[in-house]
């Protein structure tokens, strides 16, 4: 992290970061098993059950699941590992600016 830079370099620096950050989502995934309709499936009643990925999460103070096919769960588990490196650096971020706005504001005191 540069010890004097501008609110301007943050912002650059932040958007050329988020620019390398796709596919990018918030939730967790997880692989869930569950019981099927029909009567005597042998998956069933051998215990080993009917597997699905779910992506959950929260849109505002409701929660979500969403049905995800096999084939784009490591996909979905990449989003979702970016969007973690998304909170890191925006908190990063937010440490920079800060500091560049201080450093800014002595530099006019200074004037």
């Given at each position: 992290?540069?010890?004097?830079?501008?609110?301007?370099?943050?912002?650059?620096?932040?958007?050329?970061?988020?620019?390398?950050?796709?596919p990018i989502a918030e939730g967790s995934l997880s692989l869930r098993k569950s019981k099927c309709?029909?009567?005597?499936?042998?998956?069933?009643?051998?215990?080993?059950?009917?597997?699905?990925?779910?992506?959950?999460?929260?849109?505002?103070?409701?929660?979500?699941?969403?049905?995800?096919?096999?084939?784009?769960?490591?996909?979905?588990?990449?989003?979702?590992?970016?969007?973690?490196?998304?909170?890191?650096?925006?908190?990063?971020?937010?440490?920079?600016?800060?500091?560049?706005?201080?450093?800014?504001?002595?530099?006019?005191?200074?004037?």
């Open positions: 992290m540069p010890i004097a830079e501008t609110p301007a370099q943050v912002r650059r620096w932040f958007q050329a970061a988020v620019r390398r950050m796709w309709i029909r009567k005597n499936c042998s998956a069933c009643l051998s215990g080993i059950g009917h597997a699905s990925y779910v992506l959950s999460g929260r849109s505002g103070s409701r929660r979500f699941s969403i049905y995800v096919p096999d084939e784009l769960a490591p996909d979905i588990q990449q989003a979702i590992e970016n969007g973690r490196q998304l909170q890191e650096l925006m908190n990063e971020a937010g440490v920079r600016l800060v500091n560049a706005l201080k450093n800014r504001r002595k530099e006019q005191r200074r004037e």
